[in-house]
Each structure stands twice: as C-alpha cells, then as structure tokens.
C-alpha cells in the first residue's frame, strides 16, 4: 500500500507556502473556571504543528471542545484556553480567530487556532457545503482543497480501477460515480461535480453526447470535462475538444498521467472560479438542453449531410424527443433552422468575394473552385430542395 505521509510532503517540500487546515482533537478538560487540567491532546497535537511551521507552512489549527450549539457562540465554549496553552508549548503567539469560514489571512511559518470548529452550521452533519467553502479559501489549490474536490467518474471501471483506487485511498477528492452517459448528465446537474472524467464509449448515450448536453446547459457548462478512450485518432480527440472537452487521455493510461492531468484542470477550474463572479443557474429543462445542443450541432456542421436520425443519436436521443423539443424551443422544426442557419452563415461568407472558397466547402459544394455565381446558386439549390433530405 502506497501511503502518503504529512511528514514526505514537509521533507520534499510540497507544504512550503501552502494552507495547511490541521484538524485536531484538543477537547481537553477544563474546571469550572475554565482551566485546563489535563493537557494530553493538546501536547499530541504540536509535533505536527511544529512540522508544519518549520516547512514553511501557513498553519491553520482548530478543533471541537464540549457540546456547543451549532452558530450559537457561548464563552465557555470558546478555544481560547487551548489557544494560551498551545502558546505555551510552541514558545510563540497563537492568535485566536473567531468567523472563520469565509477565509483568514495567515502568513508562511505562522500559525493561527480557528474557534471552535463545531460552532460552524453544518459541521457536526459533515455538510458538503461547508466543506467546499473551506477547502475554496485561496484561489490556488492547496492540500486541503484538493480534498474537498469532487470528480465525477463516468466509465465502465473494467479498465479505470487502478486510478480510482489510488486516489481514493489517498482520499484526495470525493467521487460521484456514473455508469453512462445518461445519468452522468442527470447527477452533474444534481451534484455540480469540479471536474468529469468521461469515457467516450458507452452504453445507451455516449460521452460526446452527454458533453453536448453538459456543454448546452448554463449550469453544468463551466464544469471541466476529460475524456477517455482507447481509440487515440487526431479526429476523435479533436471532435471532444472542439465541443468542450478540456483535455483527452488515450487508453491504456497510467494512473500518475490521469491524476496529473485532474490536477491540473481542478486548479484551471478553481482561478476560473475566482475571476468570474457566480451567475445564479436558470430552471433546468431537459428539452431546452437538448434542443440547445442540437442547435449548436447544427451550427457547427452545416456542411455535413445531417439527418434527424444523425442528429438525435449524436445527442444520445430519439427522433421524436429532439422534434419536440426544437418546435416547443425553436418555434421551428430540425430542419428549418438547419436552412435558416445555412442562409445566415451563406449570406456572412458571400457577403464578401473573398470567401465564396470558403462558402462552397463550408456548404458542401463538390468543386472547390467555385465562382461566385456557382456558390450562390448552389447555396440557393441547397435551400430549396433541404425538405427533401428530411
């Protein structure tokens, strides 16, 4: 078993500079006056503190101490005790701060006691939302927060055991685990995962066709998505990026590969997060997402001979769904908007000469050497037989 120790991560340097959230266990006994009597916690605690400072550590310490009531401050609830004493065994100040969920300034080599960590609503319940805003204090991914980070995993496991399974004993991130593409989309919309792993082949909606429909959701578009795939062509990991993938990992990959690259996107993801302020996310419907995806498919591939089969199973639909949704979102059928889009991305390209090349491939002409009449009257012959490709 591969163990990784507080005291590797300080030796290799890996705490210098970072947050680290030490949760201890300092209920030490007091009389009534509110003196310690029995200080064994407390004296447990400071190796690793020490540890810590020395690395160059920003330390962060609380604990829980007696049975108060969560948001409801009393002084005899309060840490400050712990904090003289802790004083006393480091040889230096340990300030006391109170309010400290929504973040606290802490210097390399300091360290700081946070009150009481059971007066915060939500603790003693292990609440997620508590969780995440805690682990999201510095906009840079520290320790802590990468452990407060969830990853949605949507594969089939018979190949991705060993990269779940390191990481989980590591207990890095939190898992949300998903059999297909179908109730990936339907869990990310539930749970807002930081990140998805994606596998590209699988059972009833594949992973292109629920990134559509991730990517076609205003509250599930800004979540990162990786795919996975043991088909490794240029077009395959072109086409998920081009719909919103952020990166593609080829089979067989090694687990070190996939938690580098997870990483590194939870850290994109968290700056991304800091710099963009939060936009309230609109009512979900499933049929707007669809008809939503579907449009942006079509906008992307006028040139290409699309069918309302071709279009529904890209998006891991039916027919009959995709129809509905677009008359209800679109005010017009499939095909009526594929000719509409045709006419406004004709009349931007024909709008300048230059660009009749460009028209005729981009609107599936067979001779590339079109003139500008040849374009137009293609364009055109294009629109007035479309009903006929339906």
Known sequence: MNVIRFSDLCANGSAKDKRVFIR??????????????????????????????????????????????????????????????????????????????????????????????????????????????????????????????????????????????????????????????????????????????????????????????LKANPATRPIPVIFLSALDEPDERVAGLAMGGVDFVAKPYHPAEVFARVRIHLELAGLRRSAVPTVPATPHDPEEVVAAAAMRLIDDNLGAPLTLAGIARALGTYEKRLSQAFRRHAGMTVFGYLGEARIRRGRQLLADANFVYRAAIELGHPDSNATLPQGLGFWLQRRKFEPATR
């Open 24 to 213: 201890a266990d300092l209920n030490v006994p007091q009389d009534k006056q509110g003196n310690i009597t029995e200080d064994t916690r407390i004296r447990a605690s400071v190796p690793a503190i020490k540890a810590a400072v020395a690395a160059g550590a920003k330390v962060m310490v609380t604990s829980h101490l007696g049975r108060p009531t969560e948001g409801e401050f009393k002084p005899e609830d309060s840490l400050a005790p712990v904090a003289r004493r802790l004083s006393e065994l480091l040889g230096r100040d340990v300030p006391l701060l109170a309010n400290w969920v929504d973040g606290v300034q802490v210097a390399p080599g300091q360290v700081v006691l946070l009150e009481n960590c059971r007066l915060n609503v939500g603790e003693k319940k292990n609440k997620e939302e508590l969780a995440r805003k805690i682990a999201r204090w510095d906009p840079e991914l520290s320790i802590t927060a990468l452990r407060f980070s969830n990853v949605m995993v949507e594969s089939d496991y018979a190949d991705f055991p060993s990269f779940t399974a390191e990481t989980r004993k590591w207990n890095l991130w939190g898992y949300i685990d998903a059999r297909d593409g179908a109730q990936a989309v339907r869990l990310a919309h539930e749970r807002r995962p930081d990140l998805i792993l994606m596998d590209v082949e699988m059972p009833q909606m594949d992973g292109f066709a629920a990134c559509r429909l």
